[in-house]
């Protein structure tokens, strides 16, 4: 009976180790979301909030952890706040690989197209994989997972991939979405949930400086705190990290990005566009099946790799990773 009773109480610590490590909980009954920025401290640890919201009755922040681009959802009640206007925080935090990316894609913001973070980590040799999921009556295209998982299976794992996701595409493809999710619990892959807007709309007639999210009367607001609540209902983790759909902004709006705390990313590899990956690539391919060009060609390009895989001499990389990496100690 006690050997019973201490193998039930491995079971039960080992399985609440797996529910923390792969965190996916849903806020099902979120109220009162906003934008908030405080410092959070608690044990020493200055997270930086930048929301706030209430769910069953406790109130919650999604926090940033300013060096290392890591988030979480925790209680407030757990921390130590000192609220804070963004622009105080920036100063508050100027140190930090956080404020740094912001500001040099604030730096970035001239071109119409592809503004934000394009690289990462130049010295290494692998990429890093962004895939997105704009709206689209396709299926997702499970091969991109499959074949990352199958390929990095001895040698990473789990193999990261960032996934940049449309409200739309959350409500549309359910099976889908719990398949990524389920991937990402077994620990096959790691997702790193990237804000792609709400409605993602888009027009073929419009000039690009009038598309996208510069179509006139987009709200911007809802496109950008409307897809954090969907993923959270989700039990998705929204990262820090935003993707424009058609990679397409002004400066007005990266500045607007930038207010809400977010990290615009580009890519300078769009690989159904032409654009050939480099070491420290961004990597843009579409997992919306919408796309499947540019996933042949990833694909030919892992199988390329097969050896350097092996020898770890080409690996797929975080996205935090290479962009606090690219940042820190500048
Ligand atoms: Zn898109």
Same mark, same amino acid.
């Given at each position: #009976?006690?050997?019973?009773?201490?193998?039930?109480?491995?079971?039960?610590?080992?399985?609440?180790?797996?529910?923390?490590?792969?965190?996916?909980?849903?806020?099902?009954?979120?109220?009162?979301y906003?934008?908030?920025?405080?410092?959070?401290? !608690?044990?020493?640890?200055?997270?930086?909030?930048?929301?706030?919201f209430?769910? /069953?009755?406790?109130?919650?922040?999604?926090?940033?952890?300013?060096?290392?681009?890591?988030?979480?959802?925790?209680?407030? $009640?757990?921390?130590?706040?000192?609220?804070?206007?963004? $622009?105080?925080?920036?100063?508050?935090?100027?140190?930090?690989?956080?404020?740094? $990316?912001?500001?040099?894609?604030?730096?970035?913001?001239?071109?119409?197209?592809?503004?934000?973070?394009?690289?990462? #980590?130049?010295?290494?040799?692998?990429?890093?994989?962004?895939a997105d999921?704009?709206?689209?009556?396709?299926?997702?295209?499970r091969?991109?997972?499959?074949?990352?998982?199958?390929?990095?299976?001895?040698? /990473?794992?789990?193999?990261?991939? $960032?996934?940049?996701?449309?409200?739309?595409?959350?409500?549309?493809?359910?099976?889908?979405?719990?398949?990524?999710k389920e991937?990402? #619990?077994?620990?096959?892959?790691?997702?790193?949930?990237?804000?792609?807007?709400?409605?993602? !709309?888009?027009?073929?007639?419009?000039?690009?400086?009038?598309?996208f999210?510069? /179509?006139?009367?987009?709200?911007?607001?809802?496109?950008v705190?409307?897809?954090?609540?969907? #993923?959270?209902?989700?039990?998705?983790?929204?990262?820090?990290?935003?993707?424009?759909? *058609?990679?397409?902004?002004?400066?007005?709006?990266?500045?607007?990005?930038?207010?809400?705390?977010?990290?615009?990313? *580009?890519?300078?590899?769009?690989?159904?566009?032409?654009?050939?990956?480099?070491?420290?690539?961004?990597?843009?391919?579409?997992?919306?099946?919408? /796309?499947?060009?540019?996933?042949?060609?990833?694909?030919?390009?892992?199988?390329?790799?097969?050896?350097?895989?092996?020898?770890k001499?080409?690996?797929?990389?975080?996205?935090?990773?290479?962009v606090?990496?690219?940042?820190?100690?500048?």
């Amino acid at each position: #009976m006690k050997q019973l009773l201490k193998y039930s109480l491995l079971i039960f610590l080992l399985s609440g180790y797996a529910v923390t490590a792969n965190a996916q909980v849903s806020y099902l009954k979120i109220t009162n979301y906003q934008t908030y920025y405080a410092s959070a401290k !608690r044990n020493n640890t200055d997270w930086f909030a930048i929301r706030k919201f209430e769910n /069953e009755g406790k109130i919650y922040l999604l926090l940033v952890d300013p060096d290392e681009l890591e988030t979480k959802i925790d209680e407030a $009640a757990q921390y130590t706040l000192s609220p804070m206007f963004m $622009a105080q925080a920036r100063l508050y935090y100027q140190k930090s690989s956080y404020e740094k $990316a912001l500001r040099k894609a604030e730096q970035q913001s001239k071109s119409i197209q592809d503004a934000g973070i394009q690289s990462g #980590m130049p010295s290494e040799t692998g990429v890093t994989l962004t895939a997105d999921l704009c709206p689209s009556v396709r299926p997702l295209d499970r091969r991109i997972f499959t074949a990352i998982f199958e390929q990095f299976k001895k040698v /990473e794992q789990p193999v990261p991939i $960032a996934l940049s996701i449309t409200g739309i595409w959350m409500r549309q493809h359910q099976q889908d979405l719990e398949w990524l999710k389920e991937m990402n #619990m077994k620990g096959e892959i790691y997702i790193t949930w990237v804000n792609h807007s709400y409605n993602h !709309r888009v027009s073929k007639t419009q000039p690009l400086k009038q598309n996208f999210l510069l /179509e006139p009367g987009t709200d911007v607001n809802f496109e950008v705190l409307g897809t954090e609540q969907a #993923m959270l209902k989700n039990g998705l983790l929204p990262s820090v990290f935003f993707r424009f759909p *058609g990679l397409v902004s002004d400066k007005q709006l990266i500045y607007k990005i930038a207010d809400f705390g977010l990290i615009p990313v *580009g890519s300078d590899a769009w690989l159904a566009k032409g654009q050939q990956p480099q070491s420290g690539s961004i990597v843009l391919i579409h997992g919306n099946g919408n /796309e499947p060009v540019g996933v042949n060609d990833f694909i030919s390009l892992l199988k390329s790799k097969t050896k350097s895989i092996a020898k770890k001499q080409w690996l797929l990389y975080d996205l935090r990773e290479s962009v606090e990496t690219t940042f820190e100690g500048k």
